[in-house]
């Protein structure tokens, strides 16, 4: 499995992209920061963002792309920013067609620290030993974006399988056949 990891943002968003599956070791392809200027229009820093989250996925040819979710910081502005870096993120995967998945800070944390409540430089060291990177990625946001690409190959896969079992599993009123096929 191939993905995308997008840590949204206006100024600097975050993108990685990993390859593997759960249980074997993971690689990293790419990863990179796309910047923006504070001073620069709001919609051309939003197009500026689009157009590499594209061109991500079409160089890169990811299975899915994993965003963080956007969640309530104290300056109201950068969450602005954030959501709307992330909307153009979430439109550029569904004009790809590639499924999307949106995954909270902790959700990640967890994930690859083990620990929701882990900080930034944790985070960063469990990405670079995870990918047996010679040097963390910088800055933040690259790191942030390999995470959140990591936390969905390994949960991602198994989010899919419990899918199928649930779509698949007897419910009331579905009798099973005598072979324990689904009627």
């Known amino acids: ?17 990993v390859e593997g599956e759960p249980g ?5 392809l790419a990863v990179d920061v796309v910047r923006t200027s504070p001073d620069e229009p709001l919609a051309q820093r939003l197009v500026a963002v689009h157009e ?26 950068t969450v602005m920013g954030t959501a709307q870096a992330s909307g153009v993120a979430l ?5 790809r067609g590639r499924p999307v998945a949106v995954y909270t800070p902790s959700e990640v ?21 995870v990918l047996r990177m010679e040097s963390p990625p910088r800055p933040a ?6 995470a959140l ?9 198994a989010q899919a399988r419990l899918a199928v079992a649930q779509a698949s599993a007897p419910r009331p009123g579905r009798p099973l056949l005598t072979d324990g096929r689904l009627s």
Request: proline residues 2%.
């Open 141 to 146: 946001d690259a790191a942030d974006a390999l």
């Open 1 to 17: 499995m191939r993905v995308l990891g997008v840590d949204p943002g206006l100024t600097r968003c975050g993108l990685g992209v």
């Open 109 to 129: 944390k967890a994930a690859v620290t083990g620990s929701g409540r882990a900080d930034k430089a944790q985070l960063t060291a469990m990405v670079t030993r």
């Open 52 to 77: 590499a989250v594209l061109a991500w996925i079409d160089r890169h040819e990811p299975d899915a792309v994993a965003v963080e979710r956007v969640f309530s910081q104290h300056n109201v502005r």
């Open 149 to 157: 690409a990591i936390c969905h190959a390994w949960r991602g896969a």
């Open 24 to 28: 074997r070791a993971l690689r990293w």
């Open 91 to 95: 439109v550029a995967a569904a004009l």
